[in-house]
T-cell receptor
Framework: AQKVTQAQTEISVVEKEDVTLDCVYE???????LFWYKQPPSGELVFLIR??????QNEISGRYSWNFQKSTSSFNFTITASQVVDSAVYFC????????????FGKGTSLLVTP | DTGVSQDPRHKITKRGQNVTFRCDPI?????LYWYRQTLGQGPEFLTY????????KSRLLSDRFSAERPKGSFSTLEIQRTEQGDSAMYLC??????????FGEGSRLTVL
C-alpha cells in the first residue's frame, strides 16, 4: 500500500519569507515516482515536478526547490522569498513506476502568503 | 483554449437521479484520468484510460459508476442512482508523460 502524509495542514507566512512544505511517504515498491502539484484558489491543479525514486538529486527551479531523501522517505518542497501568488494548496503525490497513473495524493498543505 | 475542459461545471441533482459528466482532454494526450476530490482532501483516483482502453479502476468506483472513452477522444463519467455521499468535485486530467497530469477545472456535483 502507498501512503503520503503532509503533516502541515496550514501554513501562513509573510511575503519574502522562505517556507518548506513537508511530505513523507510510505511504499513497498522499490521504484516509484513522487510529485508535487499546486492548487491555487481558482481550483485547477497544476503539475510542478516529478521525481523518479532512482534520482535523489535535489532540484531547483527558480524560487522552488525540492529535497528528496530516500533514507527518511521524504520529498520536501521549499519556496524561497515567497510571494502572494504562491498562496495555494500544495499536494504531494506518489505512484508506482510501473503504472504512473494511479497517483496517491496527500491531503495537502494550504499555504497563505500575506503582504 | 487547448486545455482540458469539463462539462458541466456544476450539477445539482436529487438523490436517486443519474448524472453524466463529460471531459475533453488535450487533443494529443492518449492518457485520461478521472479523480474525485472532497473538501479538505487530496484527489482520489477513480479510473484511467489509455486511448480507448480502460486500464484501471479504483475500488472507490462502485457499480453505480461507469466511465467510457469511445474512440480514445472525449470521456464520460456516469453516476447512477446518486447518493449524498457522491457529492464532490470530479476532476478529469490527461497526459502524455507519466504523472505529468493536466487537470481540468472540475465538475462539482451536489446531491440533495
Amino acid at each position: 500500500a502507498q501512503k503520503v502524509t503532509q503533516a502541515q495542514t496550514e501554513i501562513s507566512v509573510v511575503e519574502k519569507e522562505d517556507v518548506t512544505l513537508d511530505c513523507v511517504y510510505e511504499t513497498r515498491d522499490t521504484t516509484y515516482y513522487l510529485f508535487w502539484y499546486k492548487q491555487p484558489p481558482s481550483g485547477e491543479l497544476v503539475f510542478l515536478i516529478r521525481r523518479n525514486s532512482f534520482d535523489e538529486q535535489n532540484e531547483i527551479s527558480g524560487r522552488y526547490s525540492w529535497n528528496f531523501q530516500k533514507s527518511t522517505s521524504s520529498f520536501n518542497f521549499t519556496i524561497t522569498a515567497s510571494q502572494v501568488v504562491d498562496s495555494a494548496v500544495y499536494f504531494c503525490a506518489l505512484s508506482p513506476s510501473n503504472s504512473g497513473y494511479a497517483l496517491n495524493f496527500g491531503k495537502g498543505t494550504s499555504l497563505l502568503v500575506t503582504p | 483554449d487547448t486545455g482540458v475542459s469539463q462539462d458541466p461545471r456544476h450539477k445539482i441533482t436529487k438523490r436517486g437521479q443519474n448524472v453524466t459528466f463529460r471531459c475533453d482532454p488535450i487533443s494529443e494526450h492518449n492518457r485520461l484520468y478521472w479523480y474525485r476530490q472532497t473538501l479538505g482532501q487530496g484527489p482520489e483516483f477513480l479510473t484511467y484510460f489509455q486511448n480507448e482502453a480502460q486500464l484501471e479502476k479504483s475500488r472507490l468506483l462502485s457499480d453505480r459508476f461507469s466511465a467510457e472513452r469511445p474512440k480514445g477522444s472525449f470521456s464520460t463519467l456516469e453516476i447512477q442512482r446518486t447518493e449524498q455521499g457522491d457529492s464532490a468535485m470530479y476532476l478529469c486530467a490527461s497526459s502524455l508523460e507519466i504523472g505529468e497530469l493536466f487537470f481540468g477545472e472540475g465538475s462539482r456535483l451536489t446531491v440533495l
